[in-house]
């Protein structure tokens, strides 16, 4: 279990706060002594999830609507005091081939992965640059450096995550605005529901991933990759031949992990989810 920390309390909110990295990295805050407030698109789940977390500010949001969402830091900002960190975490995933996927599923995705985090990112900035203080951290991935076969359209989303928060990074340098991402490899939570993951490399805990982005606010840096070895590998295949890199691709099983190889069935419960919500 973690304990406070003796960095001055901020508050915080997160999206996708009912369930997996959300929830854990809301755990990790609230021990650490933040004021933190969790959204989610899940109403039922989320509401439970504050009960669980002790935490008493908590709302249904909507990420790909900026009025939910306005509606969602107005509320944060009334009940616990002016932002000081937003963590854009929802973003859902599906796998399969590129050219099976329903345009439906697609549009999801880009819309909760992408437009989610810039819709926040664009509401955060607005409340934070009259105070010239304050900090985003978007939840991209690997997955948003190195290209996955069978999560095409989640990949695109992530590159572009990443893309956005270093341009957006660049641009408010000197505002006193922090800007971040997180970049975690295949994490256990339901995204990964009925995969196998990377031979030879184990999975990230969201635990893990709520440690890396509390450290990440409180000592600030443009982003972190998690877990360090995975992090690794995926830093260094950028030097590699991409005719190496599919090779060991193949070695590791990720040519196929997303795609052949997944449980449909174990699968099945989030992908009703993720649909209906």
Known sequence: MT??????????????GARG????????????????????????????AADELGIS?????DVTHPDSFRAFLDMVEEQLGPLD???????IMPTGHAHEEDDAVTRRQVEINLLGVIFGTKLAL????????????????????????????????KFAVIGFTEAARQEYRKSG???????????????????????GLRNAEPEEIARATAELIEHPR???????LAGGMVAAMKFVPGRV????????????????????VARQTYLDRIRNN
Do not use: W
């Open 3 to 16: 304990h406070a920390t003796s960095f001055p309390a901020k508050t915080i909110a997160i999206t996708g």
């Open 21 to 48: 990295i959300g929830y854990q990295t809301a755990k990790e805050l609230t021990e650490r002594g933040h004021r933190v407030a969790i959204g989610d698109i899940d109403e039922a789940r989320i509401k439970k």
């Open 57 to 61: 500010v908590v709302g249904h949001l």
């Open 85 to 91: 960190v937003l963590v854009n975490n929802a973003g």
């Open 126 to 157: 607005q409340r934070m640059l009259p105070r010239r203080a304050g900090h985003i951290i978007n939840t991209a991935s690997l997955a948003g450096e190195l290209p996955v076969p069978g999560l095409a359209t989640y990949c695109a989303t």
């Open 177 to 199: 605005i922090q800007l971040s991402t997180v970049r975690p490899t295949f994490t256990n939570t339901e995204l990964v529901a009925g995969t196998a993951g990377a031979k």
């Open 222 to 228: 443009p982003f972190v990759r998690v877990t360090r």
């Open 245 to 264: 890199a599919s090779a060991l691709g193949s070695v590791l099983g990720t040519d196929s992990v997303f795609l052949d190889d997944v449980d449909m």
